[in-house]
Each structure stands twice: as structure tokens, then as C-alpha cells.
């Protein structure tokens, strides 16, 4: 006795990685992204003066009070025209997909600040527009670079309403238990409020 067997099946299946992270560092090449995780967390990234030094993004767990932790993505930098292919292109903005909370770096002596705010957003909308909607934080970088008159300045820009705009410095250590603590409370908005 046999039973009579039917025509096997073939199927290509493409599977997708992605990263899970709690947060994501958004920024242009050279911000300080990479020297930032390397600063909150264990990871080791390389971190070098020229752009494009990350080419795939990094994780990194960062401790939080005692018994608490979340992962941070450092992604690779992202210029304007980026969703049409520019620099590294937006491929890996698929990761920052299922982040729950964006910190923008911008450089502390960058010329337009609130403008390059404005390009990394809109880039974001223009690979997907939900990205441009999590919620946000901006880390205004190398501030050990800011002379007084500098900080004065940044001080007055104001990018979007609830938005935290904290000023840190990898170099000293500025304003990064502050940075660490408004990502904490986006990422537990109910538990951060008790
Ligand atoms: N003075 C100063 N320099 C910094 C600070 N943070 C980073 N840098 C320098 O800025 C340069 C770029 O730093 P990275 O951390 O590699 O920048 P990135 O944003 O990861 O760059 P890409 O991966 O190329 O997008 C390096 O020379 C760092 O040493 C800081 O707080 N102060
Ligand atoms: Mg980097």
C-alpha cells in the first residue's frame, strides 16, 4: 500500500533583520554618535574625524539605576537627500523602525542648528513618515567646544515644543547622566511621572 505523493513545493523567502533598540542616535556624520554609545553603554565602536565612520549600526545597553537597562542603535550618519540615495542612502533607517524614542545629535559649533534638526527630520519623513512622529529628544554635541557666548545662543533656539534639548559633551562627561535620564522617561512616560 502507497499513497500517491503531489509535486513538491519550492519558495524563496527573503528574511529581514532588524535591530531592536529602545532609542536611536540620529545625526550627520561626525556628530558624535558613536563617541556618545561608547560613553553610555559597553559597546566600542570605531569613532574616527571623518564622516562615515559607522557603516552599519551599533547596540548598546545602557544601565540605568540599578536593576534597569535599555538599548541605544548608534546609526551610521544620515545627510539631506539621503532618501534619494545620498551618502549611505536610508537602508538602515529600517532599524530605527522599531525604536521607540529618536535622539538627535547636532553639533554644538554646527552653523544652523534648528536647520540640520529640520533636514534629519524630513529625511525620516521622507523614508517613512511614522519615523518622524516617535518621540524625541536633542543632544546638542562637543559642547566642551561652546565658548560662553556660544551657549548663550544655543540656549535661545528652540526646535519644537516638547522636545528636550539637552546639551552634553562625550569629551567631559557634560549634560550625559541628564541625556540619559530624558531618554529613561520617554521611553516610561507613566513610570517616570509617579
Ligand atoms: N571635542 C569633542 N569631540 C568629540 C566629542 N564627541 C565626539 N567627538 C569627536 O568627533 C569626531 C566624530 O566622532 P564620532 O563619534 O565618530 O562621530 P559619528 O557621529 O559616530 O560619525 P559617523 O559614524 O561618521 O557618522 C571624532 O573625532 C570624535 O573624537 C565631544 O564631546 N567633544
Ligand atoms: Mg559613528
Given at each position: 500500500m502507497h499513497t500517491k505523493g503531489t509535486p513538491g513545493e519550492e519558495k524563496t523567502i527573503q528574511l529581514e533583520l532588524k535591530l531592536l533598540a529602545d532609542a536611536g542616535l540620529v545625526g550627520f556624520?561626525?556628530?558624535?554618535k558613536s563617541t556618545l554609545i561608547s560613553r553610555i553603554s559597553a559597546a566600542k565602536p570605531k569613532i574616527a574625524d571623518?564622516?562615515?565612520?559607522?557603516?552599519v549600526p551599533n547596540l548598546g545597553l545602557v544601565r540605568y539605576a540599578e536593576y534597569q537597562s535599555f538599548v541605544v542603535a548608534d546609526m551610521p550618519g544620515l545627510l539631506k537627500g539621503a532618501h534619494q540615495?545620498?551618502?549611505?542612502?536610508?537602508?538602515?533607517l529600517r532599524h530605527i523602525e522599531r525604536t521607540r524614542v529618536l535622539v538627535f545629535l547636532i553639533e554644538?559649533?554646527?552653523?544652523h542648528p534648528k536647520d540640520q534638526f529640520e533636514v534629519l527630520l524630513e529625511e525620516l519623513r521622507s523614508f517613512?513618515?511614522?519615523?518622524?512622529?516617535k518621540p524625541q529628544i536633542v543632544a546638542i554635541t562637543k559642547?566642551?567646544?561652546?565658548d560662553d557666548e556660544l551657549r548663550r545662543q544655543l540656549k535661545k533656539v528652540?526646535?519644537?515644543?516638547?522636545v528636550p534639548v539637552i546639551p552634553i559633551s562625550s569629551?567631559?562627561?557634560?549634560g550625559l547622566k541628564e541625556l540619559v535620564d530624558a531618554m529613561w522617561k520617554k521611553l516610561h512616560p507613566r513610570k517616570s511621572k509617579a
Amino acid at each position: 500500500m502507497h499513497t500517491k505523493g503531489t509535486p513538491g513545493e519550492e519558495k524563496t523567502i527573503q528574511l529581514e533583520l532588524k535591530l531592536l533598540a529602545d532609542a536611536g542616535l540620529v545625526g550627520f556624520p561626525n556628530a558624535g554618535k558613536s563617541t556618545l554609545i561608547s560613553r553610555i553603554s559597553a559597546a566600542k565602536p570605531k569613532i574616527a574625524d571623518y564622516p562615515f565612520t559607522t557603516l552599519v549600526p551599533n547596540l548598546g545597553l545602557v544601565r540605568y539605576a540599578e536593576y534597569q537597562s535599555f538599548v541605544v542603535a548608534d546609526m551610521p550618519g544620515l545627510l539631506k537627500g539621503a532618501h534619494q540615495g545620498k551618502g549611505l542612502g536610508i537602508q538602515f533607517l529600517r532599524h530605527i523602525e522599531r525604536t521607540r524614542v529618536l535622539v538627535f545629535l547636532i553639533e554644538s559649533t554646527s552653523k544652523h542648528p534648528k536647520d540640520q534638526f529640520e533636514v534629519l527630520l524630513e529625511e525620516l519623513r521622507s523614508f517613512r513618515p511614522e519615523l518622524a512622529k516617535k518621540p524625541q529628544i536633542v543632544a546638542i554635541t562637543k559642547m566642551d567646544l561652546a565658548d560662553d557666548e556660544l551657549r548663550r545662543q544655543l540656549k535661545k533656539v528652540s526646535f519644537r515644543r516638547g522636545v528636550p534639548v539637552i546639551p552634553i559633551s562625550s569629551a567631559t562627561g557634560e549634560g550625559l547622566k541628564e541625556l540619559v535620564d530624558a531618554m529613561w522617561k520617554k521611553l516610561h512616560p507613566r513610570k517616570s511621572k509617579a
